[in-house]
């Protein structure tokens, strides 16, 4: 499984502190160990560049992607694997996101039922 992170632009102090820097490294180690004691191997994907700007909370979920081509899921925003957040706090929301990919993919709609969550990531869903 792969945890991708894209640029951001315009983004709010409070969402971009947790998703950069030690915070960030410290949050990906402890997410990473708890999934390999279950065999799952978590790895930090490259941005390539790709940069989402960043107007509500939606769309910094949107820049935050999970990749699991073994269960069929080849980059999809954390946004729609998780729909609304209930609490605004990205790293729980990831968190949310990566375990439900991890032990259910299964309940992750397909592209194709084009759900209407995500405004600007391209991802299609």
Known sequence: M??????????????????????????????AQELERFGITL??????????????YGDLLNSVRIASPSDGISNVCVGHVIGQSPHLDPLEDIRRAVNR?????ETVAPDSE????????????
């Open 114 to 125: 084009n759900r209407k969550v995500c405004h600007n990531c391209g991802c299609g869903c």
């Open 101 to 105: 990919i991890a032990f259910a993919p």
């Open 43 to 56: 790895q930090q994907g490259v941005a390539c560049g790709e940069v989402i700007e960043v107007k509500s």
């Open 2 to 31: 792969r945890l991708t992170c894209y640029g951001r632009t315009q983004s709010r102090p409070e969402w971009e502190s947790p998703l950069t820097g030690v915070t960030f490294d410290l949050f990906f180690a402890e997410l």
